[in-house]
């Protein structure tokens, strides 16, 4: 079965950028998706169709998405943005989410 | 504006069954689909699979299948999950999720539903 890989956790310092990515076979060749999810809070939307933001999230956020890896971008990291995120796609008619990075800021 | 509405935490002994409910508002219930999401405590999103809002067909992921059932009152707007012979492993949080036709993300989510299940 498809698998998407994150690192479990990234440590970035505020007002730099932070890099999550996400690597799959061939990952390049599929939509992802990326979502926030605070604790205790359901997971929201911050990029879809690999770099498109839903309206209301901050332009901090952008992602990229060729070969074999994802990116998530959060430039100007900010506190709030201390939280855990996930990525998504679909393989054969299934939805795969990566196992979830937890982005530290300090 | 769009919004999942889900039922309220449930607490059930093993063997039992559960039935959670999301309710849609803010768009036409039957033009898109609504997709299940599991959540273990401390881990990661797991997808379930999903229900076709205009047919009632549902598709479920693998690991999904015997126990779970999704379904529809499409006079409500309202999607629901049943579990049934709930074991501990049951215990999660409980998401669903609209996915525009076609589309490939899913925006937005319920607030979830607990489900713990134990004796």
């Known amino acids: 079965s498809y698998e998407l890989t994150q690192p479990p956790s990234v440590s970035v310092s505020p007002g730099q950028t932070a890099i999550i990515t996400c690597s799959g076979d061939k990952v390049g060749n599929k939509d992802v998706s990326w979502y926030q999810q605070k604790p205790g809070q359901s997971p929201v939307l911050v990029i879809y169709?690999?770099?498109k933001r839903p309206s209301g999230i901050p332009e901090r956020f952008s992602g990229s998405n060729s070969g074999n890896t994802a990116t998530l971008t959060i430039s100007g990291t900010q506190s709030m943005d201390e939280t855990d995120y996930y990525c998504q796609a679909w393989d054969s008619s299934t939805v795969v989410f990566g196992g979830g990075t937890k982005l530290t800021v300090l | 504006q769009v919004q999942l509405v889900q039922s309220g935490s449930e607490m059930k002994k093993p063997g039992a069954s559960v039935k959670i409910s999301c309710k849609a508002s803010g768009y036409t219930f039957t033009t898109n689909n609504m997709n299940w999401v599991r959540q273990a405590p401390g881990q990661g999103l797991e997808w379930m699979g999903w229900i076709n809002t205009n047919t009632g067909k549902p598709t479920y992921a693998q690991g999904f299948t015997g126990r779970f059932v999704f379904s529809l009152d499409t006079s409500v707007s309202t999607a629901f999950l049943q579990i049934n012979s709930l074991t501990a492993e049951d215990t999660a949080v409980y998401y669903c999720?609209?996915?525009?036709?076609?589309?490939?993300?899913?925006?937005?989510w319920g607030q979830g539903t607990l489900v713990t299940v134990s004796s």
């Open positions: 169709q690999d770099s």
């Open positions: 999720a609209r996915r525009v036709t076609l589309q490939t993300w899913f925006d937005p």
